[in-house]
């Protein structure tokens, strides 16, 4: 069981919004400003795209935003394409001994 | 471009042991931490050990820690994971992975990713 909560499934038509969901607890995810986001098509290693809640690495399409409230991280990916179905892992650095916790994953399925 | 490149998987029994090798390129290797994740078959990402820039401060996963020993070697830009007593449950693609903050500050965060070595753990 993953230390972090995602929904296991997500869908979406092309050209909507939606937003993936990651839940841990007042220990993780509320207690660090240290949650990251990643892409993973299949076959292909993740694709960091969202770090420190809500920053972008250079390249990363602004249709990608985080936020966070309290103990649950939000990725919202807006104007949905085809390309952006994937995989989605989040994770939160917290800094006890095991440093990082990930979420069990996301599937989204652009219809 | 940043560029990692993993090597030396494989098909092990268990008990037996493995030495996983990551170079680097594309950036100063000794100004990152550098880390190691694993990704079970069908399964999400699990996190396994970090070393800082200068390999002074390391750390591990409770699932791995005693059997697993994390390394590098700065000089020639190199990772290297050995694992011993390897078990069915250590069976995973493994990235070698760069911590995006730099080499004294741990971010938790990976910026760069090889694109994964297979371990197969089975008699």
């Known amino acids: 069981q993953s230390a972090l909560t995602q929904p296991a499934s997500v869908s979406g038509s092309p050209g909507q919004s939606i937003t993936l969901s990651c839940t841990g607890t007042?220990?993780?995810?509320?207690?660090?400003?240290?949650v990251s986001w990643y892409q993973q098509h299949p076959g292909k290693a993740p694709k960091l795209i969202v770090f420190?809640?809500?920053n972008r690495p250079s390249g990363i399409s602004s249709r990608f935003s985080g936020s966070k409230y309290g103990n649950t991280a939000s990725l919202t990916i807006s104007g949905l394409q085809a390309e952006d179905e994937a995989d989605y892992y989040c994770s939160s650095y917290i800094r006890r001994s095991t440093l990082v916790v990930f979420g069990g994953g996301t599937k989204l399925t652009v219809l | 471009q940043v560029q990692l490149v993993e090597s030396g998987g494989g098909l092990v029994k268990p008990g037996g042991s493995l030495r996983l090798s990551c170079t680097a390129s594309g950036f100063t290797f000794s100004d990152y931490y550098m880390t190691w994740i694993r990704q079970a078959p069908g399964k999400g990402l699990e996190w396994v050990s970090y070393i800082r820039g200068s390999g002074t401060s390391i750390y591990y996963a409770d699932s791995v820690k005693g059997r697993f020993t994390i390394s590098r070697d700065n000089a020639n830009r190199a990772l290297y994971m050995q694992m011993n007593s390897l078990r069915a449950e250590d069976t995973a693609i493994y990235y070698c992975?760069?911590?995006?903050?730099?080499?004294?500050?741990?971010?938790?965060?990976?910026?760069?990713w090889g694109q994964g070595i297979l371990v197969t753990v089975s008699s």
């Open positions: 992975a760069r911590d995006g903050m730099g080499a004294t500050t741990l971010g938790g965060w990976f910026d760069s």
């Open positions: 007042s220990s993780d995810v509320g207690a660090y400003d240290s």
């Open positions: 420190d809640v809500s």
